[in-house]
C-alpha cells in the first residue's frame, strides 16, 4: 500500500540548514533545563519509598496528611496521581528505619483508623536504596549512551563511516528532544523512562537504515546526479513506508497514552514524543550529515 504517489519530489534537503539551526537550539535549551531545573527523579533512581494509594471516597491530601501523622513517616511529599476525581495519591518518603512490610502494616492501620479499612486500597510500595538508586541512575543514563554509540557503530559497519556518525548525530537529537519533552511535563525519571528512551533508538535507527540503505542502492543506479538529489530521491521513495509504519505506531501510542492509566502514561508521551522526533532526525539530521560529508558530486 502507497500513500504517497510515485514520482513525488519534496526537496527535503534544501531545508537541511534551516532545521539544523532550529534543532541545534532545541537541543541547546534542552541541555541548559538539564543542567538548571534538572529532571525530576523518580524513586529508582533518587531512593526513598513510594507508596500508591487509592481512595473509595474524596479525600483531600491535609486529611491523608493528618492520617499519618500517628506513625512517623519522616519527610513526606503526597501528590495527587491519575485522572482528575480517581482519589489516587502518590506518596513519597524519605527512607525509614522499618522494613517496607512493617511500614506497609503501619500505614494500613493508620488509614483505616482515620477512613476505614474498605474505603482504600494500598496498591503497591516499593522501596530503593539510595546507594542502589545511584547505582541504578549512573546505569541507566550509561545504557542508553552505549546503546546509541552501538548504533552509530553497526550503520558504520553495514554502510560506511558517514552514515554511522550521522545516525549517531539524530540519535542523540532523538534522545535530547524526549527528555526535554519529559522536562517540560514534569514527568519522573525511572527505569520505565529508560526503557522507553532504549525504544526510541530501536525505532529511530530502523527508519535510518531504510532510508540509508536506499541512499547507498540509488548511489549505484543512478549515475546523473548529485549526491544531494539522490538523498532526496531516497527520502521520497521511502516516504510512503515512514508515513505509514510510524503512522500506526503512533495511533497505538496515543490509545495507551490516553487509555492505559497514570502508570503507563510517561512511558507512552515519551515513545510518542520519541518516535516524532525519529522521522523528524532521519530525514533532517542524519541524511544531511551524510551530505555534509561529502566533498564532491557523483561522478557523471
Not at 531504510?210 to 543512478?222: G, L, P
Not at 539530521?285 to 551530505?291: C, D, F, G, N, T
Request: net charge positive.
Amino acid at each position: 500500500m502507497e500513500i504517497i504517489k510515485p514520482g513525488l519530489n519534496i526537496p527535503f534537503t534544501r531545508y537541511r540548514k534551516a532545521a539544523l539551526i532550529i534543532s541545534t537550539i532545541v537541543n541547546l535549551a534542552v541541555l541548559i533545563m538539564l543542567f538548571t531545573k534538572g529532571p525530576i527523579l523518580g524513586v529508582d533512581f533518587a531512593g526513598g519509598t513510594m507508596m500508591h494509594l487509592k481512595f473509595q471516597q474524596t479525600v483531600t491530601i491535609p486529611e491523608i496528611r493528618q492520617a499519618f501523622e500517628k506513625i512517623d513517616l519522616g519527610g513526606s511529599v503526597i501528590q495527587d496521581f491519575g485522572q482528575p476525581g480517581a482519589n489516587e495519591y502518590l506518596v513519597r518518603l524519605d527512607q525509614t528505619p522499618v522494613e517496607i512490610g512493617v511500614l506497609g502494616e503501619q500505614v494500613r492501620k493508620a488509614l483505616s483508623d482515620t477512613f476505614g479499612a474498605e474505603k482504600f486500597e494500598l496498591r503497591r510500595i516499593e522501596s530503593v536504596g539510595p546507594k542502589i538508586g545511584e547505582d541504578l541512575r549512573r546505569r541507566g543514563a550509561l545504557s542508553v549512551v552505549v546503546a546509541t554509540i552501538m548504533m552509530g557503530v553497526y550503520i558504520w559497519f553495514r554502510f560506511e563511516l558517514r552514515f554511522g556518525l550521522g545516525a549517531v548525530i539524530a540519535l542523540a537529537h532523538d534522545i535530547l528532544i524526549a527528555v526535554g519533552a519529559l522536562l517540560l511535563a514534569n514527568y519522573e525519571f525511572d527505569l520505565t523512562i529508560i526503557a522507553a528512551l532504549l525504544t526510541i533508538i530501536g525505532f529511530s535507527v530502523n527508519d535510518t537504515v531504510v532510508i540509508c540503505d536506499r541512499i547507498r542502492e540509488n548511489m549505484r543506479k543512478i549515475k546523473r546526479q548529485t549526491l544531494e538529489g539522490i538523498i532526496n530521491t531516497s527520502i521520497n521513495e521511502t516516504l510512503s513506508r515512514t508515513i505509514l509504519t510510524t503512522g500506526t505506531t503512533l495511533l497505538v501510542l496515543l490509545a495507551l497514552y490516553l487509555l492505559g492509566g497514570a502508570v503507563i502514561r510517561p512511558f507512552a508521551f515519551t515513545l510518542l514524543v520519541g518516535f516524532i522526533s525519529g522521522v523528524y532526525s532521519t530525514i533532517f539530521i542524519a541524511s544531511p550529515v551524510i551530505l555534509m560529508w561529502e566533498k564532491k558530486p557523483v561522478k557523471r
